[in-house]
């Protein structure tokens, strides 16, 4: 239940601080005094967007914070996937700035608009004027049907399958798709692959291609310059290595006399072998190279083919290459699977599609099930209400294709006296039939809710004189089972409230602003009796007000 609220530059409002308690609240004033105001504010805590248009002080920000006791698991568990610490009290605080941008926290943790709004679904029922006429639709309606039928687990099984559903059947379309597209895909892809694989490629074998051919066509130059190097090092007249071996035997004679000598002659045997061993790879290489024409041509050709794949795919390497063969080949792997997909992807769908239908099936026997008592229960509350003769007709008709509601259109008909056909609820002229009929279905859907509170704006429009009077015992035996507010205009169920508070606008400086304050029992005697008379209210009024208190 809601028991402390507190909203502070909303509106008309510049502060007001409320202890709210359980059993019937009644809020009284005159209109336009802004008892309106703070549902207002309370559909802020709830998730409702706001600019800074709500702000009355556009130079200050505007909070609005309530604290609320709710026990349900439920709700705890949703606080708990939130992160949000769970205390016995649970605060949410609503603020928005002068430039329209709001925050939300919730035990002082910070929440989006949808998580406080889905929050918000656990907590209040706010009846309003619009919700009157929210009654003519066809989803508000079914709404109330699986609220009577209880149908809050089954219904929330059925909307989790029908979205599996919805996913297995997009699933089931993309791969449609991509099947029809890769039919055209098909042989262009092949033809790439194959000209791939024709080519067996090998990663870095454009530049060892590119090495060989300056091999190739450079190869007179290359083996004129080796003969040569090959001749200054080992020829048989002037090569080094034949000089090295003069002063080798020259320091030979002379090395057993001198240590240093013999080192310098180690080397130079060094320096002999590697020159010997350079001369032996110049002759090698030298052997090696060929003036190829036919070599050189192949090798031009594939180097070619090469570049014109290059070209062909944008790319530079040979890797690139490989990484498009392996990529196409994937592609035609896919396309190749795609059949065996579709049909794995279709068998699951019509699994689903009848876990579904069974479901829709179940949803459909609950609600035709609950129809019968939800009727009675109706019609009792309205003979109540001096509509004896009141029948609310339910049509529940099952529909070929499944929403996300089910497969079910319900319409609610009505008659209010005897005689009459039942009519669609947008046609019934009177607004004090529309009222009674309002809170009687309120009423009837408050004992399945899981809702601790529920907040009526003037759910009494258009009744009055005993009508009313019984409309306020209704809910006065609401308010046993939750906690009940009421905006009213009727000293008849204005008496009836356990608490009563009082809206009321005042001059403030230059400005008027609301405010609200608890009745002490005299002063909730002058507030009804003034509500029973149409200007200063007489003794009489006063006397009548005391004993609608008392009764």
């Given at each position: 239940?809601?028991?402390?609220?507190?909203?502070?530059?909303?509106a008309l409002i510049d502060e007001v601080q409320l202890d709210l308690h359980s059993g019937l609240t009644i809020i009284t004033g005159e209109?336009?005094?802004?008892?309106?105001?703070?549902?207002?504010?309370?559909?802020?805590?709830?998730?409702?967007?706001?600019?800074?248009?709500?702000?009355?002080?556009?130079?200050?920000?505007?909070?609005?914070?309530?604290?609320?006791?709710?026990?349900?698991?439920?709700?705890?568990?949703?606080?708990?996937?939130?992160?949000?610490?769970?205390?016995?009290?649970?605060?949410?605080?609503?603020?928005?700035?002068?430039?329209?941008?709001s925050r939300a926290f919730v035990n002082d943790t910070p929440v989006n608009l949808t998580q406080l709004k889905n929050l918000g679904s656990?907590?209040?029922?706010?009846?309003?004027?619009?919700?009157?006429?929210?009654?003519?639709?066809?989803?508000?309606?079914l709404n109330m049907l699986d609220s009577v039928a209880d149908n809050h687990a089954l219904l929330s099984d059925y909307k989790q399958q029908?979205?599996?559903?919805?996913?297995?059947?997009?699933?089931?379309?993309?791969?449609?798709?991509?099947?029809?597209?890769?039919?055209?895909?098909?042989?262009?892809?092949?033809?790439?692959?194959?000209?791939?694989?024709?080519?067996?490629?090998?990663?870095?074998?454009?530049?060892?291609?590119?090495?060989?051919?300056?091999?190739?066509?450079?190869?007179?130059?290359?083996?004129?310059?080796?003969?040569?190097?090959?001749?200054?090092?080992?020829?048989?007249?002037?090569?080094?290595?034949?000089?090295?071996?003069?002063?080798?035997?020259?320091?030979?004679?002379?090395?057993?006399?001198?240590?240093?000598?013999?080192?310098?002659?180690?080397?130079?045997?060094?320096?002999?072998?590697?020159?010997?061993?350079?001369?032996?790879?110049?002759?090698?290489?030298?052997?090696?190279?060929?003036?190829?024409?036919?070599?050189?041509?192949?090798?031009?050709?594939?180097?070619?083919?090469?570049?014109?794949?290059?070209?062909?795919?944008?790319?530079?390497?040979?890797?690139?290459?490989?990484?498009?063969?392996?990529?196409?080949?994937?592609?035609?792997?896919?396309?190749?699977?795609?059949?065996?997909?579709?049909?794995?992807?279709?068998?699951?769908?019509?699994?689903?599609?009848?876990?579904?239908?069974?479901?829709?099936?179940?949803?459909?026997?609950?609600?035709?099930?609950?129809?019968?008592?939800?009727?009675?229960?109706?019609?009792?509350?309205?003979?109540?209400?001096?509509?004896?003769?009141?029948?609310?007709?339910?049509?529940?008709?099952?529909?070929?294709?499944?929403?996300?509601?089910?497969?079910?259109?319900?319409?609610?008909?009505?008659?209010?006296?005897?005689?009459?056909?039942?009519?669609?609820?947008?046609?019934?002229?009177?607004?004090?039939?529309?009222?009674?009929?309002?809170?009687?279905?309120?009423?009837?859907?408050?004992?399945?809710?899981?809702?601790?509170?529920?907040?009526?704006?003037?759910?009494?429009?258009?009744?009055?004189?005993?009508?009313?009077?019984?409309?306020?015992?209704?809910?006065?035996?609401?308010?046993?089972?939750?906690?009940?507010?009421?905006?009213?205009?009727?000293?008849?169920?204005?008496?009836?409230?356990?608490?009563?508070?009082?809206?009321?606008?005042?001059?403030?400086?230059?400005?008027?602003?609301?405010?609200?304050?608890?009745?002490?029992?005299?002063?909730?005697?002058?507030?009804?009796?003034?509500?029973?008379?149409?200007?200063?209210?007489?003794?009489?009024?006063?006397?009548?007000?005391?004993?609608?208190?008392?009764?």
């Amino acid at each position: 239940m809601l028991t402390k609220l507190h909203v502070q530059n909303y509106a008309l409002i510049d502060e007001v601080q409320l202890d709210l308690h359980s059993g019937l609240t009644i809020i009284t004033g005159e209109t336009g005094a802004g008892k309106s105001i703070l549902l207002g504010a309370l559909g802020l805590l709830l998730g409702e967007r706001a600019d800074s248009s709500a702000l009355r002080d556009k130079n200050k920000k505007c909070i609005v914070e309530g604290n609320f006791v709710v026990q349900h698991p439920s709700f705890r568990q949703a606080l708990a996937e939130l992160d949000v610490d769970v205390e016995e009290e649970t605060i949410i605080r609503r603020e928005i700035n002068a430039e329209g941008k709001s925050r939300a926290f919730v035990n002082d943790t910070p929440v989006n608009l949808t998580q406080l709004k889905n929050l918000g679904s656990w907590l209040i029922d706010i009846h309003s004027q619009h919700e009157t006429i929210a009654l003519n639709e066809a989803s508000y309606q079914l709404n109330m049907l699986d609220s009577v039928a209880d149908n809050h687990a089954l219904l929330s099984d059925y909307k989790q399958q029908f979205k599996i559903v919805k996913q297995l059947t997009a699933r089931l379309q993309e791969l449609q798709a991509l099947e029809l597209q890769g039919k055209k895909d098909f042989d262009y892809l092949q033809f790439q692959l194959d000209e791939f694989l024709k080519m067996q490629l090998v990663p870095g074998e454009e530049q060892t291609i590119e090495q060989e051919l300056e091999t190739l066509e450079n190869a007179e130059e290359i083996k004129l310059a080796l003969t040569r190097a090959y001749s200054g090092l080992d020829g048989e007249e002037s090569g080094v290595l034949q000089a090295l071996n003069a002063v080798k035997a020259t320091l030979s004679g002379v090395a057993k006399y001198n240590g240093s000598i013999q080192q310098l002659l180690d080397r130079l045997n060094s320096a002999f072998i590697e020159l010997k061993d350079i001369a032996n790879e110049l002759e090698s290489v030298n052997e090696e190279i060929h003036h190829d024409p036919t070599r050189t041509s192949l090798l031009r050709e594939r180097l070619d083919d090469m570049f014109r794949l290059f070209k062909k795919h944008g790319v530079n390497t040979t890797s690139d290459l490989l990484r498009i063969q392996s990529e196409t080949d994937a592609k035609l792997q896919q396309i190749g699977s795609l059949e065996e997909d579709i049909v794995k992807a279709s068998a699951a769908m019509e699994q689903a599609g009848k876990k579904l239908k069974q479901l829709a099936q179940q949803l459909h026997k609950a609600r035709a099930k609950a129809i019968p008592e939800f009727r009675e229960a109706i019609a009792a509350l309205l003979k109540d209400l001096g509509m004896p003769n009141a029948v609310l007709q339910i049509e529940l008709t099952e529909l070929e294709q499944l929403r996300e509601d089910g497969n079910d259109k319900v319409v609610f008909m009505f008659n209010a006296n005897k005689g009459e056909y039942p009519k669609a609820l947008s046609k019934i002229a009177s607004g004090g039939e529309l009222s009674r009929l309002m809170l009687s279905l309120k009423s009837v859907l408050a004992g399945h809710t899981l809702l601790p509170t529920i907040i009526f704006d003037e759910i009494d429009t258009g009744i009055s004189g005993d009508i009313a009077a019984k409309a306020g015992v209704i809910l006065e035996q609401l308010g046993t089972r939750m906690q009940v507010v009421v905006i009213t205009h009727l000293p008849q169920v204005a008496s009836k409230g356990q608490h009563h508070l009082f809206v009321y606008k005042e001059d403030d400086k230059d400005r008027t602003v609301s405010r609200i304050r608890r009745l002490n029992d005299k002063e909730r005697v002058e507030e009804i009796a003034k509500m029973l008379s149409a200007g200063t209210p007489g003794d009489a009024a006063r006397k009548n007000a005391r004993e609608l208190l008392k009764n």
